[in-house]
Each structure stands twice: as structure tokens, then as C-alpha cells.
């Protein structure tokens, strides 16, 4: 009895280099209540789930009120008024389907080609390249909503007018390229030439016999013969 009276000594405690010989032991937490699995977090929105169904926990001012029951009648339903000329309807193709036939898809013609392009003005190549980019936009919004509808069919016919349309600007791409280059060695050129002025506050261009024709009394005119 008097050793289990006695306090407990650093003599029964064992040694720190056998602790990790001895098996854990939990103490049970001195309660009479079943523990909770989750604690609270006061949340109020808890077991709300549009999923499964379940309202809110406590009424509200507005649970009386009847809800707005959804029309299965298309005949009964409201139009909706779309702007006929809105801007996201570029991304549909005329016909305003949103999905195309694989017949419709195979009706287009070849790539341009860099020698038809080296031939086109500077404001041609920027709206033909435009519209290839509206028309892989059209090309996109398609695979995405076939890809959504899982039809199956037309996946061929998109890559291959998709692959058509890249030719294209490329192409674009290899002529701005060249007329690039060539701007650059003009430019290289024009500093070098007397007759070329490049700082923008005087013509050009200035031929040296015209300007000495200017200063000479009886100025000669070449008649080309």
C-alpha cells in the first residue's frame, strides 16, 4: 500500500533510449459523450446540395413563395430576341448551324499560294489573313460542339479545311517575310545614296540633274524621243 501511495520517482520512469521499445498507449479522453466524427464549423449552408436535393436547414422570408415552374411545352415559351447582326454569330458559319455536314466541310477549294500572294497589296494580305482566322475560329467552334455532342462523324473534314487554312497563312507569313527583307537591304542602300534622304522633313527622293536644272537660267527639258 505504501508503494502505491507514494509518489511516482524518476526511478520507474525507464530509460530514454528504451522508449521507443515500449508500445503507445492512448488515453481515452475522459468523457461520457460519444465524440463527434467531424467538428462543427458553423457553417450554415451545411447539407445544402443541389445534387442530392437537400433545402436549407431553417426556413426563410421567401420559402412561401411558389416557385417558378419550367415550361416543357416549346410551343408555350417565350422568344427569345437575338440580334440577328450580333457579333458572336461570325463564329457560326452562314447557315447558323452548329454543326456542318462532312460534305459541307469537303466543299472548299486549295491553299493560296506565295506567288498568287506576292502579287497582293498590303491591305489584301491583312484581310485575307483575318479571315482565315475567323475561319479557324468557325472550324474550332465546330470540333468543340461535336466533341460535346459526341457525333462521330466530320472529325476528317475539319482537319483536313483546318489544315488548308494554316497553308494559307503560312504563305501570308513567307511573303511578309521577303517584303520584310527587302525593305531592310532598301533601307541599308537608301543610307549609303546621296540622293535619298530618309529623315522625313524633305522629299526622299531628289535626283542630282534635277536639282542643278533648277538653278540654271535656261533650264534644259529632255523630250524623251
Known sequence: MKRLARPLLAVDIPPSFLLPSFPHLKAAAFSTSAQACFPRDMNRKRGVSAIRRTGLRYP?????????????????????QVDPNHGLW???????????????????????????????????????WWVCVKERNRIATEEFERNRLKAGYGDFESRDRRYIVRLTQRAIKHVLTERFYAWEEARKLARHDEEITLTGDQPAYKPKDFEDNLHDENPVVRVAA
Open 60 to 80: 426563410l422570408s421567401v420559402s412561401k413563395e411558389p416557385l417558378p415552374q419550367p415550361v416543357l411545352d416549346p410551343e408555350k415559351r417565350s422568344k427569345v
Open 90 to 128: 461570325q463564329f457560326f458559319y452562314p447557315e447558323r448551324n452548329a454543326i456542318r455536314t462532312p460534305e459541307e466541310h469537303s466543299a472548299h477549294g486549295r491553299a493560296w499560294t506565295v506567288e498568287e500572294l506576292r502579287h497582293k497589296s498590303w491591305e489584301d494580305l491583312h484581310s485575307l
